[in-house]
């Protein structure tokens, strides 16, 4: 998407944090938008449209969560990823956020603004790797067992062959999040 702005909406009440990331995000060349509730911002995305929408969770009049299910209900906004600012970083929030398909469940002071700006990249495929390699080799084989994957990293669904998913987090640092995904059966 480097051709076409990406649209980004921001919704938090808390007015420092949603100027940060606003102004973080305006350096990189995105198109902001901002919101102070998850009332402000459901408004906001039914009429911009953007591509992607980084909320907080506790807010007057719609918290977070109750924004991702508003945006699910809605046909033009159901499709939009959503990524999650949480200040407390609390385990229920983490179980809820994935159970509502929130695309990245981030803790406040655990990840710098510039992680979340790769994080956003990575959404639009830029920083996101997929790859697959020798399961025989170095300590491929105890890994694999390890995540229970047999020897030859086979997905438990399907019996597809695993690949690894690579998101940047810091390219100077050269630091990446790996998760495996089975790309028959995700």
Same mark, same amino acid.
């Given at each position: 998407m480097e051709d076409k702005k990406i649209k @980004?909406?921001? &919704?938090? *009440?808390d007015e420092i944090v949603r100027? /940060?990331?606003? *102004?973080?995000f305006r350096q990189v060349g995105f198109e902001v938008s901002e919101a102070v509730d998850g009332l402000d911002g459901m408004d906001k995305? /039914?009429?911009? @449209? #953007?591509? @992607?929408i980084f909320t907080g969770i506790i807010m007057p009049r719609m918290d977070g969560f109750s924004l991702k299910e508003s945006l699910?209900? !809605?046909?033009? /906004?159901?499709?939009i990823p959503v990524m999650m600012l949480s200040h407390m970083g609390r385990e229920e929030d983490r179980i809820k956020a994935q159970e509502l398909g929130i695309r990245n469940f981030i803790v406040q002071g655990m990840v710098t603004p510039k992680q979340v700006l790769e994080l956003v990249r990575n959404i639009?495929? !830029?920083? $996101?790797?997929? &790859?697959?390699f020798n399961t025989?080799?170095?300590?491929? #084989?105890?890994?694999?067992?390890?995540?229970?994957?047999?020897? !030859?990293?086979?997905? #438990? !669904?399907? $019996?597809?062959?695993m690949t690894m998913n690579l998101e940047i987090l810091d390219a100077s640092k050269k630091?990446?999040?790996?998760?495996?995904?089975? #790309?028959?059966c995700g």
């Amino acid at each position: 998407m480097e051709d076409k702005k990406i649209k @980004i909406l921001i &919704v938090d *009440d808390d007015e420092i944090v949603r100027g /940060t990331y606003a *102004d973080i995000f305006r350096q990189v060349g995105f198109e902001v938008s901002e919101a102070v509730d998850g009332l402000d911002g459901m408004d906001k995305a /039914t009429k911009e @449209i #953007p591509d @992607i929408i980084f909320t907080g969770i506790i807010m007057p009049r719609m918290d977070g969560f109750s924004l991702k299910e508003s945006l699910a209900k !809605n046909v033009n /906004t159901s499709s939009i990823p959503v990524m999650m600012l949480s200040h407390m970083g609390r385990e229920e929030d983490r179980i809820k956020a994935q159970e509502l398909g929130i695309r990245n469940f981030i803790v406040q002071g655990m990840v710098t603004p510039k992680q979340v700006l790769e994080l956003v990249r990575n959404i639009f495929g !830029n920083g $996101a790797y997929r &790859v697959k390699f020798n399961t025989i080799e170095m300590d491929a #084989p105890r890994l694999s067992k390890d995540f229970g994957y047999g020897e !030859n990293f086979v997905c #438990p !669904n399907c $019996a597809g062959e695993m690949t690894m998913n690579l998101e940047i987090l810091d390219a100077s640092k050269k630091e990446f999040k790996a998760k495996f995904v089975c #790309p028959k059966c995700g």
